[in-house]
């Protein structure tokens, strides 16, 4: 398995522009996270899903931050109009919980710049 | 509070030394807990996860969790230049599809 694939590496964007970002989760994963990280607050967890279900989106910043999961292998992330403090690696990470082990696995992540 | 703290760093070791790595956590319902390493410009990797009291040995890493004391320690013993990276803690309340929640990690040196 080629692992979580995410897409794109690095955007640059202008504030007020739509970013979507994509997520492709490991196969037979039924678990996907999106999560942001910036120096200062480190990896916060955005929204998750079960089984393509939203079920904890409380970490998603304001109304400009949208999520989907239309099926079991992709995942977007939508920020509509972006702004300058919108800059972070974005991760996408998937996991397949097995009881207590519920280890997520990471994409490489993409880099936004909104400037 | 926050709920999974790390003490920032950087936390300085000499080659082949011990490695420390300290980590406290807010919620008593917790129980699962998990050490990534994150390199520089890289996406974290799970080193190692523990669940239950004690330690528990994967090569040169040792996890040790105290439950009673919400505290949980990463130890790398004989540590190597490769080492260094961020270390980040994180735990998850229930065993089944709930969330990770991270601390802001651990930078690591490891000198020459």
């Known amino acids: 398995d080629a692992g979580v694939i995410q897409s794109p590496r690095h955007e640059v964007t202008e504030m007020g522009q739509e970013v979507t970002l994509r997520c492709k989760p490991i196969?037979?994963?039924?678990?996907l996270f999106w999560y942001r990280q910036t120096m200062m607050r480190g990896l916060e967890l955005l929204i998750y899903?079960?089984?393509?279900?939203?079920?904890?989106d409380s970490g998603m910043p304001e109304d400009r931050f949208s999520a989907k999961m239309p099926n079991a292998s992709f995942s977007t992330l939508k920020i509509q109009p972006s702004e300058p403090r919108d800059s972070a690696v974005y991760f996408c990470?998937?996991?397949?919980?097995?009881?207590?082990?519920?280890?997520?696995?990471f994409g490489q992540g993409t880099r936004l710049t909104v400037v | 509070q926050k709920e999974v703290e790390q003490n920032s760093g950087p936390l300085s070791v000499p080659e082949g030394a011990i490695a420390s790595l300290n980590c406290t956590y807010s919620d008593r319902g917790s129980q699962s807990f998990f050490w990534y390493r994150q390199y520089s410009g890289k996406s974290p990797e799970l080193i190692m996860f523990?669940?239950?009291?004690g330690d528990k040995e994967d090569g040169r890493f040792t996890a040790q969790l105290n439950k009673a004391s919400q505290y949980v320690s990463l130890l790398i013993r004989d540590s190597q230049p490769s080492d260094s990276a961020t270390y980040l803690c994180?735990?998850?309340?229930?065993?089944?599809?709930?969330?990770?929640?991270f601390g802001t990690g651990t930078r690591l040196q490891v000198t020459l």
């Open positions: 523990i669940y239950s009291n």
């Open positions: 994180a735990v998850n309340r229930a065993g089944t599809a709930s969330k990770l929640t």
């Open positions: 899903f079960n089984n393509n279900v939203p079920i904890d």
């Open positions: 990470a998937s996991s397949a919980p097995r009881g207590l082990n519920t280890e997520a696995f």
């Open positions: 196969s037979g994963h039924n678990s």
